[in-house]
């Protein structure tokens, strides 16, 4: 019987021990804050980022959400951007990626403060991953699937590790926490460009996708018994449906769980994990800036 890894359990798991964690910092006088910043329409983007403010209400965090405009230029987001940096109020801040063509989105992430970087995109949070410093902040979705994996008692520890896909968001973080001393994978990073990849795959004892392509990842790509994280969302055309599309991720789910020792549905899966963990990063901002560590 194939393991289906349930996120949004395991999120639920995560945000109770937040909420604990909540109780005690507005005890001391801390409500901890994030602010998530949206340019342009975007549907996915708009969705993704309402309901990271929603759950922070439920938690009773402090919010905020700035909306701006897709005509809106460079120095606005900074000017944005810097206003957070000085809030006392704002522990956390995030601007949803990708924002349009014609904002700079690495010099965007460069101008927020480092301890406010929630999502773990600035250079100095890059090197605190690589360098294995707990002070800095884990992109969530990697960390997310770090714990989906823990939850359900799946090894790393020797364990050959596939991520199939190079992005900073995703990618390349979950190599580090792959390889980092205590998870201790073999990990391997493939892409694009990989050649063979069905064999390269084909080794692993457990697979990460993440390559925003929607069912790429077919029966014959996985080793019977493997675990199959699957971090794509895709919206994909179906006029049998209200909407007229559904979400699927990166693998194709029926044939691959039929296979696989465990894997994650979507939605349900990874998804839900990246807000929670967005949740945890937001308090640890607050935590770190009151000294509570
Ligand atoms: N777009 C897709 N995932 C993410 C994320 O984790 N953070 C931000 N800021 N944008 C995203």
Redesign the pocket.
Known sequence: MTQIIDGKKIAHEVLTECESEIAELKQQGITPGLA?VLVGEDP??KV?VNSKVKKCSELGLHSEKIVLSKDATQEEVLAVVTRLNEDDAIHGI?????PPPQIDEEAIVRAIDPAKDV?G?HPENVAKLALEDSTGFV???PAGCMRLLQASGIETSGAEAVVVGRSM??GKPMALLLMARGSDATVTVAHSRTKDLVEVCRRADIIIAAIGKPEFLTADFVKDGATVIDVGINRVEDPSTKKGYRLCGDVSYEEVAAKAHAMTPVPGGVGPM?IAM?IKNTIKAARQRGELL
Do not use: G, K
């Open positions: 998530v996915a983007s993704y995030l601007v949803q990626s990708p999502d995109f992109p969530c979705t968001i995703v990246t967005l």
